[in-house]
């Protein structure tokens, strides 16, 4: 694997570039992370499934991003509002096995996130523990 054999560096710049996604891309979110976040935001639980949620399948349920890509709970200065009770999804970017496993996939996606490739080496424990949490969806 690619993030055992190489030093990866990450450091948060706050870009909110890991917070936009393509038409077709939504947040997946398990019943508990919804919970917490309709909770956070004081919502009844239909208005924030018709404002908030996708249906993507039988067994995903995801939050829904807006017309322009950008994560509903995106600020307009790019930090999360529910930060507190982010999703997994959003916890443990980018240590994704799609982003570490190959250098390509790092290497693409450090093209879009400016935080990837800076900063301080991230130890392999921390790596291995969220790609770990990742793997358990």
């Known amino acids: 694997m690619f ?3 190489t030093p990866l560096r990450f450091e948060c710049t706050g870009c909110g570039a890991c917070c936009t996604g393509g038409a077709d891309h939504y947040v997946e979110t398990n019943a508990t992370e919804r919970a917490a976040i309709r909770a956070f935001l004081g919502l009844s639980p239909a208005w924030f499934r018709r ?5 993507v399948d039988a ?3 995801g939050i829904r991003l807006e017309h322009n890509g950008r994560c509903p709970f995106l600020g307009v200065d790019n930090r999360c509002r529910i930060y507190s009770v982010r999703p997994r ?7 994704w096995p ?4 190959k250098k390509r996939g790092w290497t693409e996606e450090a093209q879009r996130c400016e935080g990837m490739n800076r900063g301080t080496r991230v130890p392999l424990s921390t790596i291995e523990r969220n790609l770990a949490r990742e793997r358990k969806k």
């Open 98 to 101: 799609e982003l570490v496993e």
């Open 51 to 55: 404002r908030y949620l996708v249906r």
């Open 59 to 61: 067994d995903t349920t």
């Open 3 to 5: 993030y055992q054999h």
């Open 89 to 95: 999804q959003c916890r443990t970017y980018p240590w």
